[in-house]
């Protein structure tokens, strides 16, 4: 089977493993609004015609897929279509390297219509084909030597970098919030815990948003669960993770914002009542 064959880690509120497999085509940034999202199909639903589209937050070696709003899938079509015809605006996206992702979890997406997937998957294969070709070096005895100098070197850096592990971390702005409620609908405190990333430029890229609600007793907390209540209270939005031996529910959200300044950002969570402490991550 062609295309960027991935596992289903999880996709229900109980952690249930989804046997089905995932061609993953092409993952992009929308540089506009710095939004991620995923291209991809089922590998049993190639006959059906059905292609996906998800918000994506990135998570080591997999991606949780979030579905997306009307006025994204104007602008992700328009991605597809340049995509199939090799003339993507490196100014407008920018292709994500799916090479170390391996698992999915699949929150939710929005399926369409579509009669070009073997060209979809026919392109990620070319696509990558063409970038290995370009890294292997030709096998001639005349390049012997160099390879042999280009393997001393490699070997000098890695023991300068492994004494030397900063030299390529770099720093970028972070800021970590907390604030705790009440919820009058459910009756319940939580707390919401929102980590904002940003890039080299102080821009937003990346904002995930968990709150943890606290039942006090085991029966209202196995009530809620048995009886999907979620589904109720907070009308399908994020992921939902249950946890028995805290009597917890963890909602987690990959949040937007209108604005992206770091600035901003800040001022705002604390304007929303949020204790916010600033930090750093490496790239």
Same mark, same amino acid.
């Given at each position: 089977?062609?295309?960027? !064959?991935?596992?289903?880690?999880?996709?229900?509120?109980?952690?249930?493993?989804?046997?089905?497999?995932? #061609?993953?085509?092409?993952?992009?940034?929308? /540089?506009?609004?710095?939004?991620?999202?995923? !291209?991809?199909?089922?590998?049993?639903?190639?006959?059906?015609?059905?292609?996906?589209?998800?918000? +994506?937050?990135?998570?080591?070696? #997999?991606?949780?897929?979030?579905?997306?709003?009307?006025?994204?899938?104007?602008?992700?079509?328009?991605?597809?279509?340049?995509?199939?015809?090799? /003339?993507?605006?490196?100014?407008?996206?920018?292709?994500?390297?799916?090479?170390?992702?391996?698992?999915?979890?699949?929150?939710?997406?929005?399926?369409?219509?579509?009669?070009?997937?073997?060209?979809?998957?026919?392109?990620? +294969?070319?696509?990558?084909?063409?970038?290995?070709?370009?890294?292997?070096?030709?096998? /001639?005895? !005349?390049?012997? *030597? !160099?390879?042999? +100098?280009?393997?001393?070197?490699?070997?000098?850096?890695?023991?300068?970098?492994?004494?030397?592990?900063?030299?390529?971390?770099?720093?970028?702005?972070?800021?970590?919030?907390?604030?705790?409620?009440?919820?009058?609908?459910?009756?319940?405190?939580?707390?919401?815990?929102?980590?904002?990333?940003?890039?080299?430029?102080?821009?937003?890229?990346?904002?995930?948003?968990?709150?943890?609600?606290?039942?006090?007793? #085991?029966?209202?907390?196995?009530?809620? /669960?048995?009886?999907?209540?979620?589904?109720?209270?907070?009308?399908?939005?994020?992921?939902?993770?249950?946890?028995?031996?805290?009597?917890?529910?963890?909602? +987690?959200?990959?949040?937007?914002?209108?604005?992206?300044?770091?600035?901003?950002?800040?001022?705002?969570?604390?304007?929303?009542? *949020? #204790?916010?402490?600033?930090?750093?991550?490496?790239?």
């Amino acid at each position: 089977m062609n295309g960027k !064959i991935l596992k289903i880690s999880s996709n229900d509120l109980y952690g249930n493993v989804d046997d089905r497999l995932v #061609s993953l085509f092409v993952a992009f940034t929308h /540089k506009k609004y710095m939004n991620k999202y995923a !291209i991809f199909t089922f590998t049993n639903e190639y006959n059906k015609n059905k292609l996906y589209y998800a918000s +994506i937050h990135l998570k080591e070696n #997999s991606i949780v897929t979030f579905g997306i709003r009307d006025d994204e899938k104007e602008y992700i079509e328009k991605f597809v279509n340049d995509y199939l015809n090799a /003339k993507v605006d490196p100014n407008e996206y920018e292709i994500i390297d799916i090479s170390n992702i391996t698992k999915v979890e699949l929150v939710s997406s929005t399926s369409v219509d579509f009669d070009k997937l073997m060209e979809l998957d026919k392109l990620s +294969i070319q696509r990558i084909n063409d970038k290995v070709d370009e890294e292997l070096p030709a096998k /001639k005895p !005349i390049f012997l *030597y !160099i390879l042999l +100098i280009i393997l001393f070197l490699m070997l000098a850096g890695v023991v300068y970098l492994h004494f030397n592990p900063d030299v390529l971390s770099i720093p970028l702005k972070k800021i970590d919030c907390v604030m705790s409620e009440y919820d009058k609908k459910i009756d319940l405190p939580y707390q919401s815990e929102v980590t904002i990333k940003f890039n080299k430029n102080d821009e937003l890229i990346e904002m995930l948003k968990v709150n943890t609600y606290t039942f006090k007793e #085991s029966e209202a907390y196995y009530s809620f /669960k048995e009886n999907n209540q979620e589904s109720e209270y907070f009308q399908g939005e994020g992921a939902y993770k249950y946890n028995d031996d805290e009597l917890t529910l963890k909602i +987690i959200y990959d949040d937007k914002l209108v604005i992206y300044k770091y600035d901003e950002i800040l001022r705002y969570m604390k304007k929303e009542g *949020y #204790s916010c402490v600033e930090g750093v991550y490496n790239e």
